[in-house]
Every structure is written in C-alpha cells, then in structure tokens.
C-alpha cells in the first residue's frame, strides 16, 4: 500500500472495491440481456432466458458465502498491512490449504491416496515457504 497517497489505507479500498464488483456485474447482466433481446427480438423471451437468480433457495448459503468471503478479503487486506506484502500475502493464500482439505476429507473430491499423498508434500512444501518468509521478515527488521 506503499502507492496509497494520504491517509488511505488498504481498508479504506474496501468499498469502492464493493461498489466496483457490483456495478461490473449488473454491466454485465445488462450485457447478457441485450444479447438475448437482439437475438430473439423480444424483451419478455430475452428475460427469459437469462438464468434464475433462485432467491428462495440461496439467499441463505449465498449470503453467508458473500459475508465469509468479505471477512476473509477483509483479513487478507489486514494481515498485508499488518504483516508486509510477503508474509501477509502468502499467509493469505494458504486458505487453500483450508479448501483442499475440506475437498479430500470432506468432500471427498480426491481419493486416491498417491494423489492426496502428493497434495500433502505440496501443503508442507507450502507452509515452509510462508515460514521461512517468516523468518526472513523478522530478521529483516
């Protein structure tokens, strides 16, 4: 955030990236629709055949999937200023150790066990380099 002028920090991004995120994606299913009505010449059909937003099934999971992904941007901005972009930034991205976790054991997406085998040494592989970029940190101070 050394690029940041004033008083603004990596929070201070925060909103307008919401406000960017949902102004690209109503562009963007203004964008559909208009393909839609140039190709069947009808704003009803063009409706249609846009996909259903399924509010009554996933408002519950879809707004608590948004809410934890916000918390984790949030975090991940945090840890950044908090820790430097090398640290903050790989420690960030080690939740996909998290996620793959949760895909072998879990949801058992991955069951061959020289695979899995492979993934864990990619993991340990992983947790080392954010260690030793740890280290490296600290003693750089």
Known sequence: M???????????????????????????????????????????????????????????????????????????IVAVENLGQGVGYSASQAALLVSGMWGIFFFKEVTNPKIIGKWFVSAFVTIAGILLLGYESRDGD
Do not use: C, Q
Not at 29 to 54: C, G, Q, T, V
Not at 66 to 74: K, P, Q
């Open 2 to 76: 050394h690029y940041a002028t004033g008083n603004v920090k990596g929070l201070g991004y925060v909103i307008s990236f919401s406000i960017g995120a949902a102004t690209v994606t109503i562009f963007m299913w203004l964008l559909r629709y208009m393909y839609h009505l140039i190709r069947l010449k009808s704003m009803w059909e063009a409706y249609d055949a846009l996909p259903s937003f399924h509010l009554r099934v996933m408002w519950a999971s879809g707004a608590a999937a948004g809410s934890l992904w916000s918390m984790g941007n949030v975090g991940s």
